[in-house]
């Protein structure tokens, strides 16, 4: 029997802001265990939350990017469970009366653009986090993580494969660091995703049993491990099992999907109203602030890129994979005049020069307008391709103008045809054998005169100009 995979996400994403969601608590990582709490985020008696109206900013940039219905009303709910990282015994979060829902995002698959369904996106506080002694039975509590701000984006099942996973993840991911309210930093958990996977029959309505898939910090984990439990109950189903709904954690040492607890149902949880908080009214003034701001989006830049700067559809993607990025190239396609040569630099020497040493665009010592100089010496013919390599890694190195390095250099281009007739003169004249192999018709032999050229000018003659007199030149000898 032929199965078909069901697969839906849950991200959880960290916002940006510099205080947690119901009290004036930072929400710096990294800070000494439990030195960020008060009396609110521990959940101590007779104290009220008050909302930080920036989460409700960022939330409403979320559902405007991905085209989501916004509700005029929504309301917050408890969420009780008990765990030792959640001192005040639930969480507060939304259930009934989303804020956001109905929304979608396009992916890129091999079929083309996929849309995907966007159920709903709501507001919620994190818990805390368990840190386990390895050497010893001990486990300890730091509440620093606790209040701080999460939207969860909860996706409709409309993922078919693995890979549609992934490149919905990626967009997810994409979308909000463009937007700036998550730094999606997984490995500090500030993006995060459950994934709830199902097999059934080809041509089959109704869903087959679902399992919710945790701990994958990594797009590359997502996709392992969605790959393995797409096997594993593939294999219980065609072996006569049954597929249990339970939540599994994913093993990245072992590569597998192991048994966690059984799966919760939103009536586990007891969901009630909270009672210390008034609900969210969004009205147009508040939307028609937050649309003004919105910026770009990394979809629309591409195609902008493509049209635009006549880039290819690769070069156009490796220079969206962040707003920084994209607006380095831009400065440098603006101040030189050529986006097509600034495209080549950026995606080729300075993306290595930064992925070599681990950095950011925002650390890339090459200001843009020594970028496009340079690329303006090239374009006059002052400098070569090969002397604007040696350059770019001087500037890199250095922070310097490339007319400080030709200079320190002695890197300006031989233009003089004099010198080059001269130069070339005395090649033909020491290899009187080459010359006489090129005219019998072994023409490949015109690469290596250049090639001796280039060795006498020490890199510096004019390639476009080498050429044509050395053409000339054989064509008398």
Request: glycine share 8%; with cysteine.
């Amino acid at each position: 029997m032929n199965f078909e995979p069901v697969i839906g996400l849950e991200v959880h994403a960290q916002l940006l802001t510099d205080t947690k969601i119901f009290c004036g608590c930072s929400t710096k990582f990294g800070a000494e265990p439990n030195s960020h709490t008060c009396p609110v985020c521990l959940g101590m008696p007779g104290v009220l939350p008050v909302l930080n109206k920036k989460v409700v900013d960022f939330l409403l940039k979320m559902a405007m990017a991905t085209n989501c219905q916004i509700n005029r009303e929504s309301s917050f709910a408890r969420k009780n469970y008990f765990y030792p990282d959640l001192p005040k015994g639930y969480q507060i979060s939304q259930y009934a009366e989303p804020p956001v829902e109905h929304g979608w995002i396009e992916i890129e698959t091999e079929g083309g653009k996929k849309r995907i369904g966007i159920t709903r996106i709501h507001m919620e506080e994190d818990a805390g986090k368990l840190i386990h002694d390895e050497n010893s039975p001990v486990s300890y509590v730091d509440l620093n993580r606790t209040g701080v701000p999460l939207i969860e984006i909860v996706g409709d099942p409309d993922l078919r494969s693995a890979e549609e996973a992934a490149a919905y993840l990626r967009r997810i991911h994409e979308i909000l660091v463009y937007l700036e309210i998550c730094d999606g930093n997984m490995e500090e958990g500030s993006f995060r995703c459950d994934a709830n996977i199902s097999l059934r029959p080809v041509g089959q309505k109704e869903f087959g049993t679902r399992t919710e898939l945790k701990n994958m910090n990594s797009f590359r984990n997502v996709q392992r491990a969605l790959e393995y439990e797409l096997k594993r109950q593939q294999y219980l189903l065609e072996s006569g099992g049954v597929v249990v709904q339970e939540t599994r954690l994913w093993d990245d040492a072992a590569g597998v999907t192991k048994a966690m607890r059984s799966k919760e149902e939103a009536h586990d949880y007891r969901y009630f109203p909270e009672p210390d908080l008034v609900p969210i009214v969004v009205d147009d003034e508040w939307q028609d602030e937050i649309r003004r701001a919105l910026p770009e989006l990394p979809l629309e830049k591409r195609e902008r890129f493509s049209s635009e700067y006549q880039l290819s559809a690769y070069d156009a993607g490796v220079l969206t994979q962040s707003r920084a990025l994209a607006d380095y190239f831009e400065e440098v396609a603006r101040l030189s005049g050529q986006p097509k040569a600034a495209a080549n630099w950026v995606t080729g020497d300075i993306l290595r020069f930064l992925n070599d040493e681990k950095k950011t665009v925002g650390e890339c010592p090459v200001a843009p307008a020594n970028l496009a100089a340079m690329i303006s010496l090239i374009q006059a013919g002052t400098i070569s391709g090969k002397m604007a390599k040696d350059i770019s890694e001087a500037m890199y190195k250095t922070g310097g103008t490339p007319e400080e390095i030709i200079r320190e250099k002695g890197l300006v281009q031989i233009t003089d045809g004099d010198a080059l007739t001269a130069a070339l003169s005395e090649i033909l004249a020491k290899n009187p054998d080459q010359v006489a192999q090129y005219q019998s018709g072994k023409e490949k032999l015109f690469g290596f005169f250049v090639g001796q050229a280039m060795k006498a000018t020490g890199g510096k003659a004019n390639p476009r100009m080498l050429n044509d007199l050395l053409q000339k030149m054989l064509a008398k000898h």
